[in-house]
Nanobody
Framework: QVQLVESGGGLVQAGGSLRLSCAAL????????MGWYRQSPGKQREMVTT???????NYADSVKGRFIISRDNAKKTINLEMNSLKPEDTAVYYC??????????WGQGTQVTVSP
């Protein structure tokens, strides 16, 4: 059974930075994509960024140039460096793992709040 454990998040002023981390616990025998989604009140969950096992990345237009995702395949972890944060980045951020396109796993979510 694979579980995703997130850390990081919190409260920061606009223009500040935060770092999120996510670790996949358990054995994984297939290729997988990891990433982050976010959801703010009254809105649908949206993709923030994803990264493949070969470190190919994809970013939402709203975070390009400000957020950086990285991955350590040996440790099965990803990190998200969030810079130049804006109030509209406020949301619950969910770690995501897509196991060979067959199964999707989610973390428990971590709150990011950016004050004006």
């Amino acid at each position: 059974q694979v579980q995703l454990v997130e850390s990081g998040g919190g409260l920061v002023q606009a223009g500040g930075s935060l770092r999120l981390s996510c670790a996949a616990l358990g054995s994984i025998f297939s290729d997988y994509v990891m990433g982050w989604y976010r959801q703010s009140p009254g809105k649908q969950r949206e993709m923030v960024t994803t990264i493949t096992s070969s470190s190919s990345t994809n970013y939402a237009d709203s975070v390009k140039g400000r957020f950086i995702i990285s991955r350590d395949n040996a440790k099965k972890t990803i990190n998200l460096e969030m810079n130049s944060l804006k109030p509209e980045d406020t949301a619950v951020y969910y770690c995501y793992l897509n196991l060979a396109g067959i199964r999707v796993l989610w973390g428990q979510g971590t709150q990011v709040t950016v004050s004006p």
